[in-house]
């Protein structure tokens, strides 16, 4: 059975989506099934059970099979770093902050970790389904792309193109992905996916014909855009979530700073019809809002500093307004940040905090990655840790009066949305699967 690749012929084309959506047909088919991904860029990471660290798309993914997530689905992944660096983390573990030149030009010594962990898939699974990156044409960046030409050249896999219609220029972007790779990856597409169709599919009747007679490339299916408002890899999908909320909703502004991570907090919250969630990303008015949320930070002291810059650090101090920090957004309420060991400045430093909680924050060397079930502000939670900070006093978590603060993640979660998340998936996938060509895909990932 032949493995496959996802390729996107453009940025935000569906890939993650298209990935576990082809995945779970295969798995009903009764075959057994992994996602991967050999290297993600995003802030968005998740605590496995083994302790390791991958990135939010490939843990969503592994959830939807019922796989137990480890690092083998995503062996590299990069988070934002100070200046122009990333955080490197090889098999579920920091391992440095790299500069983004240095990072591809030492991309051959991260190969055997990309290669140990699709083999060690590929000995497991029937079939791997492998998704790709941003576009796999860039011309000056082929030879350093593992995720899309590496991993269909090394593995041989067969490929499924994705198309982003919505975009537009979806024929421009559909030729030219396909006439630019390489001619023997050519050989090995199964066809094209036309993703994010809004209206009547029958309108692309002809678009179809273009395709599959000028360009000679079978068209697999056109799926109708369907906001899924679950597994957010990025800020371009997160904000484009859509949410029905009742007249009378409770109204809460999450803090959008730029380096803003583990947009997946609020999946339960945008299910709920009595929430109104709103992204906050200047300065207004506070009192406005039910709540305030300080989320996730990659670059807790940068995220900081921008809440000083615009004003919203003033004003969260004066506010009455009820505040839930989480992780990152935690740590800023507290009344300094010392990062003496210069864990995400340029040199040791320490800062003013929100001075909410009365201890400091201490950035540490060794990354705390756990996952475990934990009892906070009165019920029990299932959920992660991912933080170079540690405060002595607060070890877990904080509350008094209108301040709350936590180090874990998924603190919204609930049996309520688990059942949703299962019905909403199962019900995406049935429709995607109606739309789809399976029988001409099963026939090419299976033919000897």
């Excluded at 979660?413 to 789809?436: A, G, P, Q, W």
Aim: hydrophobic content about 40%; aromatic content about 10%; overall charge negative.
């Amino acid at each position: 059975m032949h493995n496959i690749s996802i390729f996107g012929t453009s940025s935000d084309a569906g890939k993650s989506t298209i990935t576990f959506v082809i995945a779970k047909i295969i798995q009903e088919l009764g075959y057994s099934v992994s996602p991967f991904k050999a290297q993600n860029v995003s802030n968005n990471a998740v605590a496995c059970e083994d302790g390791s660290e991958i990135a939010v798309a490939q843990h969503f993914q592994a959830e939807v099979l019922e796989l137990s997530p480890s690092y083998h689905l995503n062996p590299i992944l990069l988070k934002s770093g100070r200046n122009n660096s990333a955080s490197l983390i090889v098999n579920g573990e920091v391992v440095e902050d790299k500069e983004v030149r240095a990072y591809y030009h030492d991309l051959d010594s991260l190969k055997p970790a990309v290669n140990q962990a699709f083999n060690y898939l590929n000995r497991f699974y029937d079939c791997v389904v492998a998704e790709g990156a941003g576009s796999p044409v860039e011309l000056n960046l082929m030879d350093k792309d593992l995720s899309n030409i590496y991993i269909a050249t090394e593995f041989n896999t067969k490929i499924i193109l994705v198309a982003d219609i919505e975009k537009g220029g979806v024929f421009a972007s559909i030729w030219g992905v396909y006439n630019l790779l390489p001619k023997a990856l050519q050989e090995n597409v199964i066809g094209v996916i036309v993703n994010k169709f809004r209206g009547d599919l029958s309108l692309f009747d002809e678009g179809i014909e273009i395709i599959e007679k000028q360009f000679n490339i079978p068209v697999l299916g056109v799926l109708p855009y369907i906001p899924f408002n679950l597994g957010f890899e990025d800020s371009q999908s997160l904000m484009n979530y859509q949410q029905r909320s009742s007249h009378h909703a409770k109204r809460i502004g999450v803090i959008a700073y730029p380096t803003m991570s583990n947009y997946n907090d609020f999946e339960p919250l945008i299910a709920d019809e009595s929430v109104s969630l709103e992204f906050i990303q200047s300065s207004v008015a506070l009192e406005n809002f039910n709540q305030i949320i300080l989320p996730g930070s990659k670059l807790v002291m940068k995220d900081l500093a921008w809440l000083k810059e615009i004003g919203l650090f003033e004003q969260l101090q004066r506010t009455q307004t009820p505040i839930l920090g989480i992780c990152g957004g935690f740590q800023m309420m507290f009344e300094s940040i010392v990062d003496d060991k210069a864990i995400e400045s340029d040199e040791p430093m320490r800062v003013k905090g929100l001075g909410f909680i009365d201890d400091k924050i201490t950035f540490q060397t060794e990354k705390i990655v756990r996952r475990g079930s934990y009892i906070l502000f009165g019920k029990r939670i299932n959920g992660f840790e991912i933080h170079h900070g540690v405060s002595r006093k607060y070890p877990l978590y904080y509350q008094e009066e209108n301040i709350q603060g936590t180090f874990v993640h998924g603190l919204f979660n609930d049996e309520r949305f688990e059942v949703y998340k299962k019905e909403r998936i199962e019900s995406f996938v049935k429709t995607m699967k109606s739309k789809l060509d399976v029988e001409t895909i099963m026939n090419a990932i299976l033919e000897k």
